[in-house]
């Protein structure tokens, strides 16, 4: 079974500075998919960058970057130019392939909760 | 636009009682997903649906629980003889079906209070 494992229950950072996440997960797939989803307080959730594990260039959505290490099984998504509104907890999830409609949940990390100081 | 619908917020209940939860999914979206979240975790997969088939149950959903899809559109979450280990935040969430790349948006949950 997969597993998806976020190190850093919390973390800090300034406001314009720049903070990066971790996320490792384990599977035995060679084809598959990463997401980072964001929570912000009593909202819902929305994705924030996805990455196939096809692809070997990592993933860019303006101020979020991956860096994506499919031999290290590592996942870590960095926020540049951090903002207030960045404040909210950070999931990363897992996606098995869905050939012929059998999979299709996520698998998620426990979550880190990212505080952003002015 | 009109994301994932969820009804209702919150819902707060005594042991024993049953409740149920309504989902609106995206109306193009075929593929619709229930997880659990409770406090301090990630959410964890309860089932999902294509269109009005349920075609994966997690072991987390015991015979209390029951979901169901009619005619592909919305689904309903009935949990049964609510117990206190039930209070979480219940989240909805659809996609459209394709090779796993295509994203989960999720409604805002459902927030289940066990008294």
């Known amino acids: 079974a997969q597993t998806v494992t976020q190190s850093q229950p919390e973390m800090s950072v300034q406001e314009a500075e720049t903070v990066t996440l971790s996320c490792t997960y384990d599977?035995?797939?060679?084809?598959?998919?990463l997401f980072w989803y964001k929570q912000p307080p009593s909202r819902q959730m929305i994705l924030v960058i996805r990455q196939e594990a096809y692809k070997q260039q990592n993933a860019t959505e303006n101020r979020f970057s991956v860096n994506f290490q499919k031999a290290a099984k590592s996942f870590s998504l960095k926020i540049s130019d951090s903002q207030l509104g960045d404040a909210a907890m950070y999931f990363c999830a897992y996606r098995s392939p869905n050939y012929g409609g059998s999979q299709g949940n996520l698998i998620f990390g426990k979550g880190t909760k990212l505080s952003v100081k002015p | 636009d009109t994301g994932v619908s969820q009804n209702p917020r919150h819902k707060i209940t005594k042991r024993g009682q049953n409740v149920t939860f309504r989902c609106d999914p995206i109306s193009e979206h075929n593929r619709l997903y229930w997880y659990r979240q409770t406090l301090g975790q990630g959410p964890e997969f309860l089932t999902y649906?294509?269109?009005?088939?349920?075609?994966?149950k997690s072991r987390l959903l015991s015979d209390r629980f029951s979901a169901e899809r009619p005619k592909g559109s919305f689904s309903t979450l009935e949990i049964q003889r609510t117990e206190q280990g039930d209070s979480a935040m219940y989240l909805c969430?659809?996609?459209?079906?394709?090779?796993?790349?295509?994203?989960?948006?999720f409604g805002d949950g459902t927030r289940l209070s066990i008294l």
């Open positions: 969430a659809s996609s459209l079906a394709g090779q796993g790349r295509q994203p989960q948006h």
């Open positions: 599977t035995s797939e060679s084809d598959y998919y």
């Open positions: 649906f294509q269109n009005e088939a349920q075609l994966e």
